[in-house]
């Protein structure tokens, strides 16, 4: 399970071996050998030579970022990590892999009440009785006699302090992803790829503050990239490509004195916490909508949020 303690043994490196072999000897013979996949980028010069920045990306199936990140590596771009579900930590080997490849597990709080669950009763929760638990959590309930109804349930699964704790851990996972973000840019000079939508789809869905957040405490520089075609060649769970084509167009940097201007926090904030969430909302989601618009205006129509 990624849980604190996981984040704590998370060891980022300014270039990652395990990357290297994994291009060298995996991604190269199956993308130019074995398959021909053509990797295009369309406005190259959009990225910066000079800095390593945010990628911005839709996520369309659950491969979509290795071409690109072997495409920058040939390219000799600064090397990158990668914001992953803390799902794809579930099998242990795997996790071993992306944990050796520089890759930053973000756990979501659903992940976590999944996990809690199969831990006491040794089963997937069903999606009802997830719903209970997100929308206590959340505080999304308007009837008071549902809500306690439902809280009473939850307690009797999980105990008294459960809606509590999970509330706490959620919040110090993220402070450790906040950390390990802040270190990889700052520390480390890697570029950081995030999908701001949090999930994958084949249209654009709605994009999550956490890299408005990123961008809006770092200063860094977001470069959007519409990925186009990548389910095409990745079609199901096999890492193995498929021949074909994939066009990563590159829209224009945003920065804090461009597009975000509007939203510049000028104190200094926690990031990724609940306190800033609430207290800077209005900013984080404006800014994430402008993201998700130039990530929009990259996309093939198929691929375009309607």
Partial sequence: MVDLEYLKNIRLVAEPTAQKIVATLFLKPNYE?????????ENIERIPRDENVIFAMNHTDRF???????????????????????????????????????????????YLIEEFYKKRFGKLIDREEYRKFRDIIDGKYEDLEAYRKDLAEITRLMGDSFVDFIRDLY?????????????????????????PEGTRGSQLGEGRTGI?????????TIVPVGCNNSDAVYPGSSPVAQSGWITYRIGEPITLDNQLKAFRISEKFRLLSRDSQQKYREQ???????????????????????
């Avoid at 050998?33 to 980028?41: A, C, E, P, S």
């Avoid at 919040?171 to 999908?195: Q, R, T």
């Avoid at 408005?212 to 860094?220: D, W």
């Fill in 33 to 41: 050998i074995f398959r021909k996949l053509d990797i295009r980028f």
């Fill in 64 to 110: 979509n970022y290795w071409p690109f990140q072997y495409k920058l590596w040939r390219l000799k771009f600064p090397f990158t990590t990668v914001w992953v579900k803390g799902k794809y930590y579930r099998n242990s080997l795997l996790a071993k892999g992306l944990d050796l490849c520089n890759l930053i597990p973000v756990p979501s709080m659903g």
């Fill in 171 to 195: 919040e110090k996972i993220m402070e450790k992803v906040a950390d390990l973000s802040l270190y990889a840019l700052f520390e480390k000079g890697l570029s950081v790829i995030i999908f």
């Fill in 212 to 220: 408005a957040q990123v961008a809006l405490h770092t200063g860094k």
């Fill in 284 to 306: 984080f989601e404006g800014a994430t909508a402008v993201i998700m618009k130039a990530i929009n205006a990259q996309l093939d129509e198929k691929y375009r949020r309607g």
